[in-house]
């Protein structure tokens, strides 16, 4: 039987968000403006052979009118349900209540019930209308807290919630890292047990991607760190001044190459974690003048090292070239970095070296950048 929870709640909550960041989606539709989704739309997710069903649902517009036609129709409480279907049926409601029609038809066939709320906006009677309209479908639930702004008023909601809802969890849709996400999926296995053997399929199934997404990444990087490492242009010259001239125009070419290799590798991280619209940008660090200045270094917390990767040859050191190598590994908002190697003379790089009779022009330089995607790096 594969699990199905309705997302509901109030306009502009942070409904598709939350489906959105469960479902590792990122097609859904989400903006400020409230009434964004209209229509009820599934989504079907499936890890392997683990499978659950997430309902976006248009928000409540009209919860206490529909509240009193409810009321009118169910004399007495084992009537509730009887008359939620009546409500669903009805031609009438249908035009005159569609939001609340269309959201309740997945709960009465059987979905679980999200009920979102925004921590960051106070706790108003308003919500007792849609909080009761929910409890008369009968149907297991579970509240979820998105504090969109602040958390000033989580308190107050988990006071009020806790009065319809037997599971009430805070739950930062923007913010919300792997783990997070997962113990929302082990949350909602407590809304019904007969779920719960499906629920941590998908919970193993969720571990299994992220442990495979972390190789692929990993791989990524390491295999992007070494093509910039080993970065080279060259161009055979006859004369020093010749090399001279070439210089700049080698220079660039160098870096477009950096460029265009990190942007390559970018988007494919992004590929990677599923992000098909995610706008991210590569912010190149604002280091002025001679990255060889050994002073610069100091600032970036570098050393010419002892231990030169790859390793020197005697003749190679009698050249006075230095060689470093600096990785910072990526990791939550610490500036995702590349490797550099840098072959330089100090005071004269980057320089020229003799190759059988001719001159070969080198450039190896250090370009270091950083990832500036709050959603790519808090999944990493
Ligand atoms: N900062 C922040 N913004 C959020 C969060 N959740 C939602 N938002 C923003 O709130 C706005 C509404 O989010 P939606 O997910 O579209 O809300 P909804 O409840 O689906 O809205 P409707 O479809 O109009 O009912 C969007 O601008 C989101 O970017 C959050 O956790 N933090
Ligand atoms: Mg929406």
Not at 7 to 25: D, E, F, R
Not at 66 to 74: F, G, N, S, T, V
Not at 196 to 210: E, F, M, P, S
Not at 255 to 275: C, G, P, T, V
């Amino acid at each position: 039987m594969t699990p199905v929870f309705a997302v509901v709640g109030h306009p502009n909550k942070g409904k598709s968000s939350i489906v959105s960041t469960i479902a590792q989606n990122d097609n859904i539709a989400i903006s400020p403006r409230s009434g964004t989704t209209r229509e009820t739309q599934s989504y079907d997710i499936s890890i392997g052979a683990a499978r659950y069903t997430l309902v976006d649902t248009p928000g409540f517009q009209r919860p206490s009118r529909a509240l009193a036609w409810l009321q009118e129709h169910a004399p007495s409480a084992e009537r509730r349900r009887d008359a939620v279907r009546q409500f669903i049926d009805d031609p009438q409601c249908r035009q005159q209540f569609p939001e609340e029609v269309m959201l309740l038809k997945p709960i009465m066939e059987g979905a679980a019930i999200l009920y979102v709320v925004d921590g960051s906006r106070p706790y108003g009677a308003e919500y007792e209308a849609e909080m009761e309209i929910l409890r008369w479908t009968g149907q297991a639930s579970m509240a979820l807290i998105n504090p969109i702004e602040n958390e000033d008023h989580v308190q107050d909601w988990q006071q009020a919630l806790g009065q319809y809802f037997k599971i009430v969890r805070v739950f930062n849709a923007m913010q919300a890292d792997f783990e997070k996400v997962v113990a929302i999926l082990e949350a909602f296995s407590h809304i019904r047990e007969e779920w719960q053997t499906a629920l941590a399929d998908i919970v193993g199934a969720y571990r299994g991607q992220r442990a495979s997404q972390l190789r692929e990444s990993a791989s990524l990087l390491a295999e992007l760190l070494t093509r910039l490492c080993t970065h080279q242009v060259s161009q055979k010259v006859l004369s020093r001044s010749q090399a001279d001239g070439l210089k700049p125009i080698l220079e660039k070419k160098y870096f477009d190459d950096m460029r265009r290799l990190e942007h390559r590798h970018h988007e494919s991280l992004k590929r990677i974690y599923q992000y098909h619209h995610l706008e991210s940008t590569i912010d190149e660090l604002p280091l002025e003048g001679n990255l060889f200045d050994t002073e610069k270094w100091i600032v970036w917390g570098l050393n010419p090292t002892s231990s030169p990767w790859p390793p020197p040859s005697p003749a190679r050191q009698r050249e006075r070239r230095w060689t470093l190598h600096w990785l910072a590994a990526a990791s939550c908002w610490a500036p995702w970095v590349a490797a550099c190697s840098v072959l330089a003379a100090p005071g004269s790089a980057p320089t020229a070296y003799p190759v059988s009779g001719c001159r070969d022009y080198r450039l190896a330089a250090m370009k270091p950048m950083r990832v500036r995607s709050r959603t790519v790096t808090s999944l990493m």
